[in-house]
C-alpha cells in the first residue's frame, strides 16, 4: 500500500494540476467528438485513441519528471537528428498522395518533421540562453538560419501545415529572445513585398486553396468542398446545437476529414454556439496557464521555450479553427487533443509534458 502511495505522490509532485485538468476536459470532449465522428464504424477509433492518449500521456509523465536542465542537453542532438532524417525523406522518402513525408526505417515508418515541432524551441531556446549575456544582431541571423533550413526540407515535400507551426514555433523564441519591433516591420513589408514571387512558387493545389478561401463556390465539388460543408454544418448548429450524435452534417457523411482536421465542424453542430464558447474558455485557460508558467520560469532557456510552446497550442487551435470556419486557407492542421490521431497528439502533449516539468522543478527549487 505505501508503495502505491509513493508511486502516487511521484506522480502528481511533477503534475501541474491546472494544467492537467484543463488538458483533461479537452481530451475529454475529443473522445466524445471523435465517436460521433465515427460511431458508423463502431469503437475502433475511440479505441485507438484511448491508446493515443495513454502512450501520450505516458510521455507527458515521463518528460514532466525530467529536469529542464537535462532537456536542454537534448537540444543539439535531437535537432541535428531532426535535419538528417529531413534530408533521408528527401532523398529516400515515401512518397504518398503526391507527398514525400515519411521515411522507413525497415521496422517502423516515421515522420520527421514532427520531430521539428519539438526540436526547434528546444535548439533555439538553448542558443539563445547561450549567448544571453551578449545577444547581438549576428546571434539573430544565425537563429533565422537555424530556423530556415528544416522549414525549407519540409516545404520541398510539400508540407505548408507543418511548416507553418515549425515555422511560429521558431519565431516565437527569436521573438521573446527580443528580436527588435523594427526588424519585425521590416521583414513584414519584406514578406508583403515578396507576395508575388512566393505565390508563384506556391504548388498548384496551394493556390486553389488560396483561391478556394475567397470563392468557395468557384469549386464546389472540387477544392470548395470542405469548405462549404463545414461552414454549413458549423451554421447549422445554431446557438445550442443539434445535439450529441444527432448532427446531419455529420452522419449523412458530408463532412470530409470529420474526424481528424475538420472535427471542430462536427463539435460545432451538435454543441453549436455554446459549445465553441466552452471550447474557447479551455484554450484561452490553457494558453493562459503555459504564459504564467513561462513568467515565472528561472531561466531564459526555460522562459523562452514554455512560451513559445504555449503560444504553438494557439496556433494549432486559430488556424484549425479558422480554415475550419472559412476565414483560412485548408493546411491541415488538427485541432489540440480534440482531432483523432497518434503523431499530433504525442507532440502536443510532449509539449504540456515540457511545461510541467519547467513549473514543478521551478516549485521543487524553490522548496
Known sequence: MKLIKRFFQAIVAHLDIPLFLIVL??????????????SSDGFEKLDKQFINMAVSGAIMLLVARTPPQTLMRFAVPLYVTGVVLLLGVALFGIV????RRWLSLGFVRIQPSEIMKIAMP????????????LLKARHFIIAAAILMVPILFILKQPDLGTSLLIGASGFFVIFFAGLPWKVMFGLAAAGGAAMPVLWSMMHDYQQRRVMTLLDPTSDPLGAGYHIIQSTIAIGSGGGLGKGYLNGSQTHLEFIPEKHTDFIF?????EWGLLGNGVLLVLFTLLIARGLMIAAGAPTLFSRLLAAAITLVFFIYAFVNMGMVS?????????LPFISYGGTALVTLMLGIGILMSIQTHRMLVKK
Open 25 to 38: 476536459a479537452l481530451m475529454g470532449i475529443g473522445l466524445l467528438t471523435v465517436f460521433s465522428a465515427t
Open 96 to 99: 504518398v498522395n503526391g507527398s
Open 122 to 133: 528546444l535548439m533555439l531556446a538553448w542558443y539563445f540562453h547561450k549567448h544571453e549575456s
Open 265 to 269: 465542424a462536427v463539435f460545432s453542430e
Open 326 to 334: 472559412g476565414i483560412l486557407p485548408v493546411v491541415g492542421v488538427p
